[in-house]
């Protein structure tokens, strides 16, 4: 299913008139084929028309957008981000090589805000998987806004990246804060490999005498082994209260409900008793841990 019409129709909601007239003439003259210069032009010439207010979408606009993409979330796309995504998908050539030179080109001299848009309209995209290299590169950027557009709240690196470039990703997630819950499939693409990259930066974090980040207890699941139980139950005995919650759902998550138990009959802390009584209820999937994150603490 195309998203462009949601796309357009998010737009339709939050442009002004002005703005949706420029909307218009500009996929006119991108569905007639500018040269490429000139489509790195209209992309850029989008911050004029469009602010980079959140898009807020409400409840409706979310559920449709995973109806017509599984895995696409727009809850943290701005404004501008889905008025230069919309722009991008005008293109009729998308399909052919000549789309994907000028959609290359627009990476090349892209901004930061630019190449956000850019990489969140790959999984738009027809035949998403050509561009996989595009990805990658995306991946190893410095800029963790970029980094984010390109495997979070998408369903692109999930069906699109192989097994290395993946659990690369993962990784980079929990090096650099981004919210790990946040990466579509997680679950279904956990491994044995993840798993023990997963565990020798807890052991590395340990040793510096520094806290767990609280995500990396996402990439266990069942592969963890007896070392992974072992890393939990240590984390469950530790002073992080936020990374006792999640070693908690951690160990949910890995089958080890008689064990969690054991530790809810001993446990005195209101809020780790409360997620450990939530993992035992059965809410282990990744979604669990958007309760532990503070990006959202307090939030509605």
Not at 50 to 66: H, N, S, T, V
Not at 131 to 152: D, H, I, K, Q, Y
Not at 211 to 235: I, K, T
Not at 248 to 261: F, K, Q, S, V
Request: charged residues 25%; proline residues 5%.
């Amino acid at each position: 299913m195309s998203t462009r019409p949601l796309i357009e129709a998010f737009l339709d909601r939050r442009l002004l008139p002005a703005a949706q007239q420029w909307l218009r003439d500009a996929s006119a003259e991108i569905a007639t084929g500018p040269d490429h210069g000139r489509f790195a032009s209209l992309i850029s010439l989008a911050s004029r028309h469009a602010k980079r207010d959140a898009l807020d979408p409400d409840a409706g606009e979310i559920a449709a957008a995973g109806a017509a993409l599984e895995g696409w979330n727009p809850e943290r796309w701005t404004v501008l981000e889905t008025l230069r995504v919309a722009l991008v998908l005008v293109r009729p050539d998308l399909s052919d090589e000549t789309g994907a030179a000028a959609l290359e080109e627009a990476f090349r001299y892209a901004d930061e805000g630019e190449l956000c848009a850019l990489y969140r309209s790959l999984a738009h995209l027809p035949a998403p998987e050509r561009f996989a290299w595009r990805a990658g590169e995306g991946c190893r950027t410095n800029m963790v806004s970029v980094f984010e557009a390109v495997v979070l709240d998408t369903p692109y690196p999930a069906r699109c990246f192989d097994d290395l470039p993946w659990r690369q990703a993962v990784i980079k997630c929990v090096f650099v804060g981004a919210p790990l819950w946040r990466l579509w499939g997680l679950d279904d693409r956990l491994s044995p490999e993840l798993a023990r990259m997963a565990l020798d930066l807890a052991d590395e974090r340990r040793s510096a005498g520094r806290d767990v980040q609280h995500e990396l207890w996402l990439c266990l699941g069942a592969h963890g082994g007896e070392r992974g139980v072992e890393s939990l139950e240590r984390e469950l005995q530790g002073s992080n209260t936020i990374g006792r919650r999640a070693a908690a759902y951690a160990l949910a998550r890995a089958g080890e409900t008689a064990r969690l138990e054991r530790f809810l009959a001993e446990e005195g802390d209101a809020g780790v008793a409360d997620s450990m009584r939530d993992a035992l209820a059965g809410n282990t999937s990744q979604e669990a841990f958007r309760a532990l994150d503070p990006r959202l603490q307090g939030a509605s």
